[in-house]
């Protein structure tokens, strides 16, 4: 039976903040907490795609970790990124997250080779065997080259009681839909989270839970706009809101990995953070900078 959890509402997947020589920035880091955890957001996850964790080492992933649930000091839930290639590392790490008092773990499957069923499945259930604090699954098959099915999700749920949650990061509502029809109907407290901007409305009115939204970083107030609008079924205002996330995608295609683009715009919103990123990722030039200037005015947002 899947344990009953909070884990709803927008969740920003916050950025990670390094100084100029590529070191973590705890100053930096503890400025964007503070602002974010100013507004109506509902947990933040840590080491996500956009936190860059498959650009650190094992033990920078543990620092940053370290000092996000310390520094937050249960303002909101910490969910701390722990997918890696190796089944021993994520183990290890979900182990460390457990340590430190996370509220639990985002877990992307493995990247690089393509797993049977049978090795995913013994996979997440090695992991959800080694720590007693609840795992959400990470679904982004643009970048692991593989699929997290609903008819596997449902498996992974009905044989391990702390995987309560799923964070949906593609690119078709259809996928979004079977998760909820064929998980969620079944356990009520299943959480189906959207992973991309646009998806977020759609996710909500299909029955889902909310969001972990890279735009949440710079614009919390479109986000978080959405969901409480839609509870208080507000839907025009919803609707409103969602007219402006829509224009924000637009941003992600100036260049890849997307994480530049949203450190950028985290402060060109007013927030003086460095906008350093991790290699092989590389800060935005003039002419895209000027770029994300239009995006966000058009957005409303400058």
């Known amino acids: 039976m899947v344990q009953k959890n909070g884990f709803q509402g927008v969740m920003p997947p916050i950025s990670t903040v390094f100084d100029e020589d590529g070191h973590f920035d705890t100053h930096g880091m503890g400025r964007l907490i503070d602002t974010l955890t100013s507004t109506d957001i509902q947990g933040l996850l840590v080491l996500g795609s956009g936190g860059e964790f498959s650009q650190m080492s094992f033990e920078q992933r543990k620092e940053v970790a370290e000092f996000s649930v310390s520094y937050v000091n249960d303002r909101v839930p910490v969910l701390i990124g722990t997918g890696a290639t190796s089944t021993r590392e994520a183990i290890l790490l979900s182990q460390h997250a457990q340590e430190i008092g996370a509220a639990g773990v985002v877990v992307v499957n493995p990247y690089y080779w393509h797993l049977s069923k049978k090795n995913l499945f013994d996979h997440y259930t090695e992991i959800s065997r080694?720590?007693?604090?609840?795992?959400?699954?990470?679904?982004?098959?643009?970048?692991?080259?593989?699929?997290?099915?609903?008819?596997?999700?449902?498996?992974?749920?009905?044989?391990?009681?702390?995987?309560?949650?799923?964070?949906?990061?593609?690119?078709?509502?259809?996928?979004?839909?079977?998760?909820?029809?064929?998980?969620?109907?079944?356990?009520?407290?299943?959480?189906?989270?959207?992973?991309?901007?646009?998806?977020?409305?759609?996710?909500?009115?299909?029955?889902?839970?909310?969001?972990?939204?890279?735009?949440?970083?710079?614009?919390?107030?479109?986000?978080?706009?959405?969901?409480?609008?839609?509870?208080?079924?507000?839907?025009?205002?919803?609707?409103?809101?969602?007219?402006?996330?829509?224009i924000l995608p637009l941003m992600y295609q100036l260049d890849s990995p997307l994480i530049s683009a949203i450190k950028e715009a985290i402060h060109l919103r007013g927030l003086n953070i460095s906008t350093q990123v991790l290699a092989p990722a590389k800060k935005l030039d003039k002419e895209n900078k000027d770029r994300l200037k239009e995006i966000l005015k058009s957005a409303s947002l400058l």
């Not at 079944?186 to 909500?204: E, I, K, M, S």
């Open 130 to 246: 080694s720590i007693d604090i609840p795992i959400l699954l990470y679904n982004f098959p643009d970048l692991t080259g593989q699929d997290l099915s609903p008819d596997l999700v449902l498996e992974l749920v009905e044989e391990n009681s702390n995987i309560v949650g799923i964070k949906e990061t593609v690119d078709g509502v259809g996928h979004i839909r079977e998760m909820i029809l064929k998980v969620k109907k079944r356990y009520p407290d299943f959480r189906v989270l959207a992973g991309l901007d646009d998806h977020l409305l759609n996710t909500l009115q299909l029955g889902g839970d909310g969001g972990i939204p890279g735009s949440a970083n710079f614009a919390p107030e479109l986000t978080v706009g959405i969901y409480q609008a839609y509870q208080e079924k507000n839907f025009k205002i919803a609707e409103a809101f969602q007219r402006r996330l829509a």
